[in-house]
């Protein structure tokens, strides 16, 4: 899920048999009054495809999603949409016009955007990896995709939420037996390294998988 100026609730909803995934919406006028009736969100969704993880920038007014939809490069790609007013309002026709360098044949999952639009993570490869682009402005292509090699173990991770100050990672790691469990990671500042992923406590005997957010401006000792 996905919570917009606490106005409008974003996630992606899995057909039982397995043969598409929409991005729901539910909305309200103010935080406090009850949310709306569930429903498609339009301007996000393919309803003949599979449409998963939503990222929003800061202002609620550039997402980016994770999806099967045609014409793009193949398998899971990432596609980008605007608006001009935040809240809960339709977003223009989604593009891959700023994407060229990320997208490729194989699958690109699990988008977080910063807060200011300029830095995009995402899961990618075989195993997963947790990779970095940038760009300078919101109007710049993000460049070619790097590992965050701090983060990534040998059999797979994924699934990278952070702090709005860039400081804190939350993320999925899979072990050797196939199953997956939530680690952190914690940087003094944005643009240096992670330190050494650490298990959060509350891990469970099952999977462990798909962080929201992580909202609190947490220091170097979550």
Excluded: C
Excluded at 65 to 74: L, V
Aim: net charge negative.
């Amino acid at each position: 899920p996905l919570m917009s100026r606490g106005v409008e609730l974003l996630f992606s909803f899995s057909r039982v048999d397995g043969s598409n995934e929409d991005i729901l919406t539910a909305s309200r006028a103010q935080v406090g009054d009850p949310f709306s009736v569930v429903a498609v969100k339009t301007s996000l969704t393919d309803e003949g495809a599979i449409d998963s993880k939503v990222t929003m920038t800061g202002d609620d007014l550039i997402a980016f999603i994770a999806t099967e939809r045609g014409g793009g490069e193949g398998a899971a790609d990432l596609w980008e949409a605007r608006r001009t007013t935040a809240g809960s309002g339709a977003f223009d026709p989604m593009t891959q016009e700023h994407l060229a360098a990320i997208n490729d044949g194989n699958k690109q999952l699990d988008p977080y955007i910063s807060p200011d639009g300029l830095r995009l993570y995402l899961a990618a490869g075989n195993p997963q990896q947790i990779v970095r682009s940038s760009r300078a402005t919101l109007e710049d292509n993000f460049s070619a995709p790097q590992p965050v090699t701090q983060l990534n173990g040998t059999v797979g991770d994924a699934d990278p939420v952070m702090t709005a100050d860039e400081r804190v990672v939350l993320f999925t790691r899979r072990d050797a037996g196939g199953s997956t469990d939530l680690f952190y990671a914690t940087r003094a500042e944005r643009d240096q390294v992670f330190g050494e992923p650490q298990q959060v406590t509350f891990n469970s005997i099952d999977l462990d998988a798909d962080p929201i957010a992580v909202d609190r401006q947490l220091g170097a000792d979550p």
